[in-house]
């Protein structure tokens, strides 16, 4: 169904495939990194999850058209909320 703004229902891509996907890769890495950091008890793995992830919602707001770009905006602020504790845990500790 078309929404009153003349958008579909269906999720679906502002660009072309190839640079979502190498968006994603891109946030693999870094996430990957961010997690790797976090395991070790390095207060910069919170500090870089917050950045890649606020950089990303950013980044994608102009990659994503429709609704579930809202999800991807809501699971960013729960990671952003438990970098953040953690960060805070882990100063305390120091």
Same mark, same amino acid.
């Given at each position: 169904?078309?929404?009153?703004?003349?958008?579909?229902?269906?999720?679906?891509?502002?660009?072309?495939?190839? &640079?979502?996907? @190498?968006?994603?890769?891109?946030?693999?890495?870094?996430?990957? %990194?961010? !997690? =790797?950091?976090?395991?070790?008890?390095?207060?910069?793995?919170?500090?870089?999850?917050?950045?890649?992830?606020?950089?990303?919602?950013?980044?994608?707001?102009?990659i994503? &058209?429709?609704? @579930?770009?809202?999800?991807g905006?809501?699971?960013?602020?729960? %990671?952003? !909320? =438990?970098?953040?504790?953690?960060?805070?845990?882990?100063?305390?500790?120091?």
């Amino acid at each position: 169904p078309t929404l009153p703004s003349g958008l579909t229902m269906r999720f679906s891509l502002a660009v072309d495939y190839t &640079i979502a996907v @190498a968006n994603a890769a891109i946030m693999i890495i870094f996430n990957s %990194l961010s !997690l =790797f950091l976090i395991t070790r008890k390095n207060k910069k793995g919170c500090l870089l999850l917050i950045l890649i992830s606020i950089i990303n919602r950013v980044v994608s707001h102009f990659i994503f &058209i429709g609704g @579930a770009h809202l999800f991807g905006v809501a699971w960013t602020a729960v %990671l952003i !909320l =438990f970098a953040y504790l953690e960060y805070k845990r882990l100063s305390a500790r120091d």
